[in-house]
Structures are given as structure tokens and as C-alpha cells.
């Protein structure tokens, strides 16, 4: 069994920082890619940004600039460190893995809620 479980999100005024984490557990062998997607009320779940296991990332161009990606192989853990936060950001957050191990596939988290207040 595997559990993703992200962490770190609250209300937050426009023009400030909020960092996002995620924690994978339970049986791995490897993690291949790992994303960071979101979804605001009435709109459909959107891909913010990946990162491979070698490092490789990649951004929604609506985040360029403001996001970061990054993880902790060793860990098993990725982290969103996102500034200069827009009302627009106003979303649940999902962190999601290609994960090889007992059950291997692609997981998600629940999610975790993000609120910038304008």
C-alpha cells in the first residue's frame, strides 16, 4: 500500500509565500515523476508542475517565475514553494507520483487547500 499526503497550505494574503509539501510512504522501490496539480471551484484540475527523478522540471506558464518545484529522492518527499501568490492561485492542491513498489502506479494526495485573499 502507498499514501501520499501533502501538507502546508492555509489562507495567505495576495504577495505572499506559502511552501507545500508532500510525503510518500508506505511500499517503493523507485518514484519516477512527480507533479503538483490543482483545481479551483468550477474549473477543471490543472498540471502547476513535474519534476522527474533526475531533476528535470517543468511549469504551468501561469507559475513560471513564482514557483518552485523540488525533492528529496532519499525521502521520498517533494516540496511547492510558491511566492508573490495571486487571488488566481485559489485552489486545492494535489501532489501526485509514478510510484514502482508493492502496487505500482500513478497516487495522489486528498489535497490541501490554498486561499489567497486579495
Known amino acids: 500500500q502507498v499514501h501520499l499526503e501533502e501538507s502546508g497550505g492555509g489562507l495567505v494574503q495576495a504577495g505572499g509565500s506559502l511552501r507545500l509539501s508532500c510525503a510518500a510512504s508506505g511500499s517503493i522501490f523507485r518514484i519516477n515523476d512527480m507533479d503538483w496539480y490543482r483545481q479551483a471551484p468550477g474549473k477543471q484540475r490543472e498540471l502547476v508542475a513535474g519534476?522527474?527523478?533526475?531533476?528535470?522540471?517543468n511549469y504551468a506558464d501561469s507559475v513560471k517565475g513564482r514557483f518552485t518545484i523540488s525533492r528529496d529522492n532519499a525521502k521520498n518527499t517533494m516540496a511547492l514553494q510558491m511566492n508573490s501568490l495571486k487571488p488566481e492561485d485559489t485552489a486545492v492542491y494535489y501532489c501526485?507520483?509514478?510510484?514502482?513498489?508493492?502496487?505500482?502506479?500513478?497516487?495522489w494526495g486528498p489535497g490541501t487547500q490554498v486561499t489567497v485573499s486579495s
Open positions: 501526485t507520483a509514478d510510484i514502482i513498489g508493492g502496487i505500482s502506479g500513478r497516487y
Open positions: 519534476i522527474s527523478s533526475g531533476g528535470a522540471t
